[in-house]
């Protein structure tokens, strides 16, 4: 039987009751995928994911890859490469990339829907088959020889890295020291380690394709220190023929010198790659081409991470969310003593578990969170449907399309940051708890889930430097232009008459969560101005940045899960089918008992903030 449980209803009811993906649908760029399409599509991954991705979850994690330093290799057992394979074969990782690659072009909320399914079976067949949706930044930001071999990625299934940390320059991209020199027939000499590099090896495809940050030398104007000196390079690991795509049969100088051993997702090969080391592999050079003949390395790279990050919080909600379904399953079977009003009866009949306050309790934290978090990925995914609609009506200049790019990379940090947080805390402390000492053997997945899980609060950025981006550069470089329009919406549903009185409470709850979240990002920027005279007061915004952002996680996930609540309270005044009706009111449940329980910390969170002085940062290192 497998570990993966879906919510299918769930990912259905956000795409067609909540955000009206059938008006998207089957219009402008997407006119080969309608809604029928679309929920056939849905149906039949939800099937692979349970009955093919899931089927090597557990003996990718007991029997994992080893690192053969003779011939930089890490075979993936067996079992792993017949659930890639099912993945593959079926194709529908075309929804990503446009016609012209050989696509079927499908809105991003579709996509991250397909996306949840898969990482939540096996997150590692995602991420080796990321090549596709490489593939799209490569022939978008490449000339005619990049478009080449984009579509090679495409057609030969290549897999693909995004190379960026080093060893001594982690989250500091700017510190990196590999080196790019050039060579006269246009190619470029890459010469350096990196570390942390996902899929740097497999034996699932032919060839793969690193994208590599690297600082080119001797170039006026560019190869400076920071970010702004970086370039991004193509660098296969095996040559190939740039026509066919057929391989030489030479080994480009890029190895594999290390993969690590890992807490989680252990199939998962991360890898340290050395370029051009003339002691390694014959001493062949790292050869490859500067991604469009243009020295943009560090804004092309971050259209890899910001897909990145959203595959990371998709990934993460999608465990929360099957954690949560094995956990209720379990205490709907688990008898373990008698009903708490009857506990002083010894001849009381034992119940199951659901029948006990506390775990009720936490199975709808869990429910609350995992449908929250669900909600934030979609809802987020829907600006980029509407940034896909512009680009194809060639409106990328507007004012509109500015706007949707704007609240997209606002909420990125929340998806990524806040996502994977919660998921992490609730996997632990309320998913794995529910299942008692069980939860804490093999023969259940949590134990797994919650290993797997971590990494995503450190993928890509860790939550504090999520944090950071949020505030210096999502709301005030932004001068909180997508933060006002967010609130704005927001606003308007508390405003509202949303649920006819069901919802008068919660909604109050919202208003009062909303005016608190505002007056601790007004507090944060006038400490912050404040800096400009005593620098030192830097460090008071710099000690909330993370607060912050969980805080307006929590009000922008209320909110979503209020506006499903008004919706299903209209489909409860319907005639719905015993079945929709227990959906609908486990939705309304939900969105109440997660505004009644988060909603008001957020004020204590403000208070904490603005009582934060210096003294954590006067502080002696002896002390700690």
């Known amino acids: 039987m497998s570990h993966y449980k879906t919510n299918l209803r769930d990912i259905e009811f956000n795409l067609f009751e909540v955000l009206g993906r059938d008006e998207v649908l089957g219009t402008g760029p997407f006119g080969e995928i309608d809604g029928e399409a679309a929920r056939s599509i849905l149906a039949e991954v939800e099937r692979i994911s349970r009955e093919d991705l899931a089927a090597s979850y557990e003996d990718s994690d007991r029997n994992p890859p080893v690192f053969d330093p003779e011939t930089h290799t890490a075979p993936l057992p067996e079992s792993f490469k017949k659930s890639y394979r099912a993945w593959m ?25 397909i996306a949840e399914m898969v990482l939540g079976a096996n997150a590692p067949v995602w991420m080796y088959g990321c090549g596709p949706a490489f593939a799209g930044v490569i022939h978008r930001n490449g000339n005619e020889r990049d478009q080449a071999i984009a579509q090679l990625v495409v057609d030969r299934e290549w897999g693909t890295t995004m190379v960026l940390t080093e060893p001594d320059a982690g989250s500091d991209v700017g510190a990196g020291r590999t080196r790019a020199t050039a060579n006269e027939d246009g190619t470029w000499n890459i010469e350096g380690v990196k570390r942390f590099i996902t899929s740097g090896e497999s034996d699932l495809q032919e060839n793969i394709i690193h994208l590599v940050l690297a600082r080119p030398a001797g170039v006026e104007g560019v190869g400076g220190p920071g970010t702004k000196g970086l370039s991004l390079f193509i660098v296969p690991k095996y040559h190939f023929d740039l026509e066919t795509g057929e391989l030489t049969g030479e080994r480009n100088g890029a190895y594999v010198t290390n993969v690590e051993h890992k807490m989680g997702i252990k199939v998962s090969n991360t890898c340290e790659v050395t370029f051009g080391d003339p002691a390694i592999g014959g001493g062949e050079p790292a050869r490859g081409w500067l991604l469009g003949e243009v020295h943009d390395g560090i804004a092309q790279m971050f259209q890899v991470i910001e897909n990145a990050r959203m595959m990371v919080g998709t990934k993460a909600i999608a465990t929360l969310s099957a954690g949560y379904l094995n956990a209720l399953d379990y205490a709907k079977t688990r008898v373990q003593g008698a009903d708490l009003t009857q506990s002083g009866d010894k001849t009381a009949p034992r119940v199951t578990i659901t029948h006990h306050p506390d775990v009720r309790r936490s199975l709808l934290v869990q429910k609350s969170f995992a449908e929250a978090m669900r909600a934030l990925v979609l809802y987020t995914a829907s600006w980029q449907d509407e940034v896909q609609l512009l680009e194809h009506a060639d409106q990328l200049d507007t004012d509109e399309a500015k706007l949707a790019s704007a609240v997209n990379d606002l909420l990125l940090p929340i998806v990524k940051g806040y996502g994977s947080e919660r998921s992490w805390v609730l996997l632990g402390t309320e998913s794995l708890q529910t299942f008692g000492g069980s939860g804490f053997l093999q023969e259940y997945p949590l134990e797994q889930y919650v290993r797997d ?10 939550t504090a430097i999520q944090g950071q981006d949020f505030f210096f550069r999502k709301i005030v470089k932004d001068q909180g232009r997508a933060l006002g329009h967010l609130a704005e919406q927001i606003q308007g549903f508390i405003d509202s008459e949303a649920g006819n009185g069901r919802l008068k409470v919660e909604r109050e709850l ?7 979240a505002n007056t601790l990002v007004g507090h944060m920027i006038n400490e912050l101005m404040t800096a400009q005279d005593e620098i030192r007061n830097v460090y008071k915004v710099g000690l909330n940045t993370t607060r912050l952002l969980m805080v307006l996680g929590d009000v922008v996930c209320g909110w979503l899960l209020l506006r499903q609540a008004e919706i299903a309270l209209q489909k409860l005044g319907g005639s719905p089918s015993p079945k929709d009706q227990a959906f609908y009111e486990g939705k309304v449940a939900a969105a109440q008992f997660f505004a009644q329980t988060n909603l008001p910390r957020i004020s204590a969170e403000v208070a904490i903030a603005q009582a934060t002085d210096l003294s954590v940062m006067d502080l002696s290192e002896d002390a700690f």
């Open 510 to 516: 919202l208003a009062q969560a909303l005016e608190d």
């Open 89 to 113: 074969d079926a194709e529908f990782w075309r929804t990503q990339i446009k016609e012209e690659l050989g696509g079927t072009y499908a809105p991003s909320t579709l996509n991250w829907a």
């Open 453 to 462: 899980a971590k990494i995503d609060t450190l993928y890509e950025g860790t």
